[in-house]
C-alpha cells in the first residue's frame, strides 16, 4: 500500500489561514496538519496513524523557503512520534509553478507587468536565515529582468527591507504605480501587516491574493510526494 500523504503547515492564529491550507489539501486526499497554532497537529496525525497500525508516511511541508521550520522544527517533531518510518519531502520552495500563481494573481488584482510605471513589492514572511530570504530576491530580480519592470521585496518580520523601505525604492526607480505580489500560501496576520504597511506608504496600490487555494499548488504538493516515495524506495 502507498504511504499515506500528510501534508503539514506552519499554523496561523488567523482562522482564515487554516481554512485556506484545509481547502488546499482537500483536493489531494492527503491529511492536514499544522506545526503550532493550528490543529490538528502534525504530531497527533502522526500517532494516529500509528494507532491504524501504519508504519510509514510521508510529510510533504507547505512550506515556501528551507529556513527553521523545515530544517529543524519539522524534522524534530517527526522524531518525536516513534513506531512510524517518515520520510519529509521537499518544501514547495520557490518553483515554478508558484512563481506562475503569484504572477497571476498579480494580473488578476489589475497589474500589467509590461507597464513600465509600475513598481512591484514581492512581499514574503522574512526569516532569519540569510539564504531563505536570497531566494526571494532572486526571485524579485528574475522578474525585473524578465519584465523589465522594477520589483522590490520586502519581508513582515525577521529581517529587511520592510514594505515601506521597499515602496520608497521603487519610487526612487521611477515607478508612480505600485501593486504587492503575494509570496504567502494563505491570507494571516502578516499578509495583513504587508498590506496594511502598503496602503498607507502607497494609497490605491494593487494588491495580489496569496497563492492558496490552487489545483496547481495541489499538484505540486502530489509532484513532492511522488519524488519522496522514489526517494525512499
Same mark, same amino acid.
Given at each position: 500500500?502507498p504511504?499515506?500523504?500528510?501534508?503539514?503547515?506552519?499554523?496561523?492564529r488567523?482562522?482564515?489561514s487554516?481554512?485556506? +491550507?484545509?481547502?488546499?489539501?482537500?483536493?489531494?486526499?492527503?491529511?492536514?496538519?499544522?506545526? @503550532?497554532?493550528?490543529e490538528?497537529?502534525?504530531?497527533?496525525?502522526?500517532?494516529?496513524l500509528?494507532?491504524?497500525?501504519?508504519?510509514?508516511?510521508?510529510?510533504?511541508?507547505?512550506?515556501?523557503?528551507?529556513?527553521?521550520?523545515?530544517?529543524? @522544527?519539522?524534522?524534530?517533531?517527526v522524531?518525536?512520534?516513534?513506531g512510524?518510518?517518515?520520510t +519529509?519531502?521537499?518544501?514547495l520552495?520557490?518553483?515554478?509553478v =508558484?512563481?506562475?500563481?503569484?504572477?497571476d494573481? #498579480?494580473?488578476?488584482?489589475?497589474?500589467?507587468v509590461?507597464?513600465?510605471?509600475?513598481g512591484?513589492?514581492?512581499?514574503?514572511?522574512?526569516?532569519s536565515?540569510?539564504?531563505?530570504?536570497?531566494?526571494?530576491?532572486?526571485?524579485?530580480?528574475?522578474?525585473?529582468?524578465?519584465?523589465?519592470?522594477?520589483?522590490a521585496?520586502?519581508?513582515?518580520?525577521a529581517t529587511?527591507p520592510?514594505?515601506?523601505?521597499a515602496?520608497?525604492?521603487l519610487?526612487?526607480?521611477?515607478?508612480?504605480?505600485?501593486?504587492?505580489?503575494s509570496?504567502?500560501?494563505?491570507?494571516?496576520? #502578516?499578509?495583513?501587516? +504587508?498590506?496594511?504597511?502598503?496602503?498607507?506608504a502607497?494609497?490605491?496600490?494593487?494588491?495580489?491574493?496569496?497563492?492558496?487555494?490552487?489545483?496547481?499548488?495541489?499538484?505540486?504538493? =502530489?509532484?513532492?510526494?511522488?519524488?519522496?516515495?522514489? =526517494?525512499?524506495?
Amino acid at each position: 500500500m502507498p504511504a499515506p500523504l500528510v501534508v503539514v503547515a506552519h499554523g496561523s492564529r488567523d482562522p482564515r489561514s487554516a481554512a485556506t +491550507i484545509r481547502a488546499q489539501v482537500a483536493e489531494t486526499g492527503a491529511r492536514v496538519s499544522f506545526l @503550532d497554532l493550528s490543529e490538528p497537529l502534525l504530531t497527533d496525525v502522526l500517532r494516529s496513524l500509528v494507532s491504524e497500525g501504519e508504519s510509514e508516511a510521508v510529510v510533504a511541508p507547505l512550506l515556501l523557503g528551507r529556513a527553521y521550520h523545515a530544517r529543524v @522544527d519539522l524534522p524534530a517533531l517527526v522524531r518525536s512520534v516513534p513506531g512510524i518510518r517518515v520520510t +519529509i519531502a521537499d518544501v514547495l520552495g520557490v518553483d515554478p509553478v =508558484l512563481e506562475q500563481i503569484a504572477l497571476d494573481r #498579480l494580473a488578476e488584482a489589475g497589474a500589467d507587468v509590461a507597464d513600465p510605471g509600475l513598481g512591484v513589492v514581492l512581499a514574503a514572511v522574512g526569516s532569519s536565515r540569510k539564504p531563505a530570504n536570497d531566494a526571494v530576491k532572486q526571485l524579485a530580480s528574475r522578474w525585473n529582468h524578465r519584465f523589465g519592470m522594477s520589483v522590490a521585496p520586502a519581508f513582515a518580520s525577521a529581517t529587511k527591507p520592510d514594505v515601506p523601505a521597499a515602496i520608497a525604492k521603487l519610487r526612487a526607480r521611477g515607478a508612480r504605480r505600485f501593486a504587492v505580489a503575494s509570496w504567502f500560501l494563505a491570507p494571516g496576520l #502578516l499578509p495583513d501587516r +504587508i498590506a496594511s504597511l502598503a496602503q498607507e506608504a502607497a494609497p490605491g496600490v494593487l494588491l495580489a491574493e496569496p497563492l492558496a487555494p490552487d489545483s496547481r499548488v495541489g499538484e505540486l504538493i =502530489l509532484r513532492r510526494y511522488d519524488s519522496a516515495v522514489a =526517494l525512499a524506495a
